[in-house]
């Protein structure tokens, strides 16, 4: 069997238009292949996450990590952190590993591996590179109105209706 396949698009210009700001991080270089310790057979460890100029009125936050490159037409969520309090502008590395090392009430959503916490880069061997987008929502609610037990596409559905702005930087990997 081949995995030979056309590349996704970037799926967020795909999304209703919402406002940008800048995410930065001292963990991924946008476009470029992520660190080992972000790759799930090398540690699960979610990357620092620093963002500013979200727009007016923004309430609250949710943290994404999608690959749009897995060879399924739903793409693999590696990550979603739901409900950040709106003061509250990093995470530090590791952060994702679990709801305790969140800030404030955040909590996280299943990823796609089934763990409520990061899930590092998992590409199948000998696969195309695959892109990770490190996504942040800007949300006008104070929550999503979601809880643990929603499913990614809930919170993206969720996501359409409730984001004011995003910002995105994305690393790659590949074995």
């Given at each position: 069997m081949s995995l030979d396949r056309p590349v996704t698009p970037d799926p967020y210009p795909l999304l209703p238009a919402a406002e940008s700001f800048t995410v930065?991080?001292?963990?991924?270089?946008?476009?470029?292949?992520?660190?080992?310790?972000?790759?799930?057979?090398?540690?699960?460890?979610?990357?620092?996450?620093?963002?500013?100029g979200a727009p007016e009125g923004t309430k609250s936050f949710v943290v994404t990590c999608f690959?749009?490159?897995?060879?399924?037409?739903?793409?693999?969520?590696?990550?979603?952190?739901?409900?950040?309090?709106?003061?509250?502008?990093?995470?530090?590395?590791?952060?994702?590993?679990?709801?305790e090392t969140l800030p404030g009430g955040a909590f996280h959503v299943r990823n796609d591996g089934g763990g409520l916490n990061f899930m590092?880069?998992?590409?199948?061997?000998?696969?195309?590179?695959?892109?990770?987008?490190?996504v942040v929502h800007a949300v006008g609610e104070e929550t999503l109105g979601v809880d643990p037990s929603a499913s990614p596409a809930v919170v993206g559905f969720n996501l359409a209706f409730?984001?004011?702005g995003r910002a995105i930087i994305h690393g790659t990997w590949q074995w």
């Open positions: 930065t991080s001292d963990d991924v270089t946008d476009g470029a292949s992520l660190k080992e310790d972000q790759v799930n057979a090398h540690g699960d460890t979610s990357p620092q996450l620093a963002w500013s690959d749009p490159d897995a060879p399924i037409v739903s793409g693999f969520w590696h990550w979603v952190a739901v409900d950040i309090p709106a003061d509250v502008t990093e995470l530090a590395t590791g952060a994702g590993a679990s709801d590092g880069a998992a590409p199948p061997e000998g696969d195309q590179p695959h892109r990770y987008y490190f409730k984001t004011l």
